[in-house]
């Protein structure tokens, strides 16, 4: 398996064409022009439109996955997408991943990377949610 850069969308889709696995991060903030605005605890998040994108594109099983960490060793947690991911629109399908990710993180809220500002793109007009942050 080769490692694919994220922004090479046409190495992405000739691997999926050649049965490979392509993963990526769906919680990133990835800014406005490549996200869906969902509810992620309760708050408006920039979601990842991209997985979206990949499953709009056929046959492509869509799973999520979480990675837990135990003692000596990680531990993958793939499931599958619940329904049919392609009957969502890309509002349903930013929610449905917020939600999957929420119910993960729920269930181990220290292994979660909390650090990093998945909310920092605002819906317009809403302030930041990071006290003393202007942007």
Known sequence: MDLIDRNDVRGIFRALDANQ????APDQDLGR?????????????????????LAKRGSIPVAIS????????YKLVLRPWPGDPNRQSDAEFAT????????????????????HKRFKTRPDGEPSVYQGDET
């Open 21 to 24: 696995v392509v993963w990526f």
């Open 33 to 53: 022009a490549r996200s869906e605005f969902a509810p992620f605890f309760g708050i408006p998040a920039a979601t990842n439109a991209g997985l979206r994108k």
């Open 66 to 73: 979480f990675f837990r960490v135990k003692p000596m060793h």
């Open 96 to 115: 449905t991943m917020n939600q999957l990710l929420e119910q993960a993180i729920r269930t181990h809220p220290s292994q979660y990377m909390w650090l």
